[in-house]
């Protein structure tokens, strides 16, 4: 059966939680597209955490991050967005999430977020 789209982070028990460690996850293969172009907007994201009591289910994040596909955001916007969600889902110890856009118009766009 073939997956779709979904908002929905799940959140899974951290087999460790008595550990402080890091966890990354990356993909290259991001889109979303301008609000006020319509066009495709392509990044890599990278979710660096330090979990808490639990942690992020992988294909969980692969659909919600499909979700934006067709959706009209700024960089700025869905980086920090990604970023609440996840902090929602998981209550992670500390938490980075980072998009690094390709070049549109001539400039590059790398957008960060750091929460404790």
């Known amino acids: 059966m073939?997956?779709?789209?979904?908002?929905e982070l799940v959140a899974i028990p951290n087999p460790h939680p008595h550990r402080e460690y890091e966890v990354r996850c990356e993909t290259p293969e991001f889109t979303c597209v301008c609000p006020m172009t319509g066009q495709p907007d392509f990044a890599t994201v990278t979710i660096t955490y330090v979990p808490g009591e639990a942690i992020v289910e992988l294909k969980s994040?692969?659909?919600?991050?499909?979700?934006?596909?067709?959706e009209g955001a700024f960089h700025e916007d869905v980086t920090n967005r990604i970023a609440d969600d996840l902090m929602d889902a998981?209550?992670?110890?500390?938490?980075s999430v980072k998009?690094?856009?390709?070049?549109?118009?001539?400039?590059?766009?790398?957008?960060e977020v750091n929460l404790p």
């Open 2 to 7: 073939p997956s779709s789209p979904s908002r």
């Open 61 to 70: 994040l692969k659909l919600y991050l499909w979700s934006y596909r067709q």
């Open 90 to 95: 998981i209550t992670p110890r500390r938490l």
């Open 99 to 111: 998009t690094d856009w390709l070049v549109r118009g001539g400039i590059h766009t790398v957008v």
